[in-house]
């Protein structure tokens, strides 16, 4: 989905190099991954509905709106929702489509939530905000406009891509509850807010990563390097390289100190480093960081090493620039495929609630380059209202931060919508269970894609 350079050095082409890196990172819930099934790809309904504002005090029990379990009425809790702003990523020309009218695809999701007694029988009041995620700023003001201007109780969808590190705005608030989106690790280590997501966080997913390498032995005799983006210097050190030695290498480690959205000293560190990798015997590389830049360097200065990546989004969607045969045989560890996550049944009743709506959402595999991809918005907001609702029902209708921190410790295993395997627990605040190794493959789509090369494991401890 990135788009191509858009001239020289300037501010465009920084520009659109910083939203190859946004738009891998816009949803974990939603890849692009291959999948060959075929049934119920098109699914349309008739009707439409309308949204309403609601009270905004929580409590349990008190007047409201909202029916809960046995006869109670509970108030509304007020749900922050951070959207990526696909319509302006769209109108300055870096993204062909985006996903449709989110907010009233997000709304549908929640009324259907509603009808079947909300979050611990209190009805959601959607409170919308979009940013614009290259770099913190608009990240930061969005923050501030949910938790102080709008009051938010909880935010489901933090901030992805280039804006993730502004998340520290919602995880520092010890009275918030947190769902979703793609925190820096640290941050979630660190948090006072009671959060949650569905990605795993590389703390396991690096292990799980080199686990199935091994059992493929695709480890075996290899020389190892670790290339990565500076702010990853202390997951590589703290992560990465001690798991490769605890597997008999030790890896060769390159840090890049380029500023990502500079292209051309990018492009500038990775000729050299190219070189020094060919001089060191290297046969296998970690990229942790900015891929597109790192797979291009890699084609171009024709360096023969097989690719580990750490990020499976950022190789599912590669920038422009990058022939999609440069990127052919990376291995990345990722989950279910869009197309698995659409036939997963609790997914199914999001997509059928808003195929009710009148709104015509078509199978993940079978979008036609350009057109807009409004069953990502609704595999998205399904996931991470989902995993609300899973965590708030078991705090019970007192729910608040506290005791949603306290349900999401004590949660163990859990059916979610977009997971096959899901968990919670006590230092285990990332839902997701499942993960296979998937390749490059390039002649998945019209940009190439990623395709299981693994069956997917059960992760759940």
Request: proline share 6%.
């Amino acid at each position: 989905m990135g788009r191509a350079r858009t001239g020289g050095p300037g501010p465009g082409r920084s520009l659109a190099v910083g939203l190859a890196v946004v738009v891998g990172l816009v949803s974990v819930a939603c890849g692009r991954a291959a999948d060959e099934s075929t049934s119920a790809d098109v699914i349309a309904g008739t009707t439409t509905t309308a949204a309403v504002t609601l009270p905004s005090v929580v409590a349990a029990p008190t007047t409201g709106v909202g029916a809960a379990p046995g006869g109670a009425d509970l108030a509304p809790l007020r749900v922050g929702v951070a959207l990526v702003d696909f319509e302006r990523l769209v109108d300055l020309g870096l993204l062909p489509a985006g996903w449709g009218d989110q907010e009233r695809l997000w709304r549908l999701v929640a009324d259907g939530l509603d009808r079947r007694g909300g979050v611990a029988g209190h009805p959601l009041e959607l409170v919308f905000s979009r940013y614009l995620p290259v770099g913190e700023i608009e990240a930061r003001e969005t923050c501030l406009r949910l938790v102080d201007d709008e009051r938010v109780h909880a935010v489901v969808g933090a901030f992805v891509g280039p804006a993730s590190g502004a998340n520290d705005c919602f995880l520092e608030r010890d009275d918030l509850i947190v769902v979703g989106g793609t925190p820096p690790e640290e941050q979630v280590r660190a948090a006072r807010a009671a959060f949650v997501g569905d990605a795993i966080l590389p703390s396991r997913a690096v292990p799980a990563l080199f686990d199935l390498l091994e059992r493929e032995g695709r480890l075996d005799g290899q020389t190892v390097a670790v290339v990565a983006s500076a702010p990853h210097r202390s997951r590589v050190e703290e992560i990465v390289v001690p798991e490769l030695r605890a597997r008999g290498i030790d890896p060769l480690v390159h840090i890049d100190d380029v500023v990502d959205t500079d292209l051309v000293a990018e492009e500038a560190f990775w000729d050299v480093t190219a070189e020094r990798l060919r001089v060191e015997g290297v046969t296998a590389v970690v990229l942790d960081g900015d891929v597109s830049v790192a797979l291009a360097g890699i084609a171009r200065n024709e360096l023969e090493v097989q690719r580990w990546v750490l990020d499976a989004d950022l190789l599912a969607n590669l920038a422009a620039f990058v022939a999609p045969a440069d990127a052919a045989g990376a291995v990345a560890l990722g989950s279910l495929t869009p197309d698995e996550e659409w036939d997963d049944p609790e997914t199914r009743v999001c997509v059928d609630d808003v195929a009710a709506a009148g709104v015509e959402l078509v199978r993940p595999s079978l979008v036609a380059p350009g057109d807009e991809d409004r069953a990502a918005a609704v595999r998205t907001a399904c996931t991470w209202l989902g995993l609300l609702d899973a965590v708030g029902d078991r705090a019970g209708p007192g729910l608040d931060a506290a005791s949603f921190r306290r349900a999401a410790e004590t949660a163990g295993e859990l059916e979610l919508p977009g997971m096959r395997y899901a968990s919670l627990g006590v230092d285990k605040p990332d839902a997701d269970d499942g993960a296979r190794l998937v390749v490059f493959d390039p002649t998945v789509g019209d940009r190439g894609g990623l395709r299981p090369l693994t069956e997917l494991v059960d992760l759940t401890p």
